[in-house]
């Protein structure tokens, strides 16, 4: 199946700092993805949706100025959390839409954000 | 909001089949099921999907009902690596759709 990959899997941070979250489609290319966090316990809840080429489209309540999402090509979306505060501390999951017609999502490995 | 409900959790022993039973009342004729699960701390696995017609493949299989308004995910001899939680989505293809996630069933494999 194909292949997302998610980098940090892990990151530490102090409090008013800022961090960027790599997601890339290793064997084939993503036009659409998605931004999802999960707070321990919870169910993912969906950030954004990221199209290439074009700005990202955000839930109601996500905060765009805060969550800078920016997919430049193909195989590269990035979530960048600016100015990161305790209550951003989670797990954010990338994804995106494989090839083929019946539109399956493949997810990433995650990225576990700390901010102290 | 999610278009579908699962018990919050099941067990099931190794070795025996796991049946997880999901509820989408409200589907639409357009509108397929897709199973994921997630193992903890990781990015959720796609497991399998189908519109109306039953589907089998190396990890499941999927039962939905005539009238659309459920369906059972069979892991057929679960193992400790099944423990995940399994999350039945509703969505329709080419629509633009977006995969809406809902509490899930947590899993437990009992040894």
């Known amino acids: 199946g194909a292949v997302v990959s998610q980098h940090p899997s892990r990151v530490i941070c102090k409090s008013g700092t800022s961090v960027k979250i790599e997601c890339r489609s290793l064997d084939f290319q993503a036009t659409t993805m998605f931004w999802y966090r999960q707070f321990p316990k919870q169910s993912l809840m969906l950030m954004a949706t990221?199209?290439?080429?074009?700005?990202?489209?955000?839930e109601q309540g996500v905060e765009k100025d805060k969550f800078l999402i920016n997919h430049a090509s193909l195989t590269l979306s990035t979530l960048t959390v600016t100015s990161a505060h305790p209550e951003d501390s989670s797990f954010y999951i990338c994804?995106?839409?494989?090839?083929?017609?019946?539109?399956?999502?493949?997810f990433g490995s995650g990225t576990q954000l700390s901010v102290l | 909001d999610a278009k579908t409900t699962q018990p919050p959790s099941m067990d099931c022993a190794e070795g025996r089949a796991a049946n997880l039973p999901c509820n989408h009342s409200t589907i639409s004729g357009n509108e397929y099921v897709y199973w994921y699960r997630q193992i903890h701390s990781q990015g959720p696995q796609y497991i399998i999907h189908?519109?109306?017609n039953n589907e089998t493949n190396e990890m499941a299989s999927l039962i939905i009902t005539e009238d659309r308004k459920s369906s059972t995910l069979i892991l057929p001899h679960a193992t400790l690596r099944d423990t995940a939680v399994y999350y039945c989505i509703v969505r329709a293809i080419n629509y633009g759709q977006n995969f809406v996630f809902g509490p899930g069933t947590r899993l437990s494999v009992l040894p």
């Open positions: 189908g519109l109306k």
């Open positions: 990221s199209n290439e080429g074009s700005k990202a489209t955000y």
């Open positions: 994804s995106a839409l494989g090839p083929g017609r019946d539109e399956k999502l493949f």
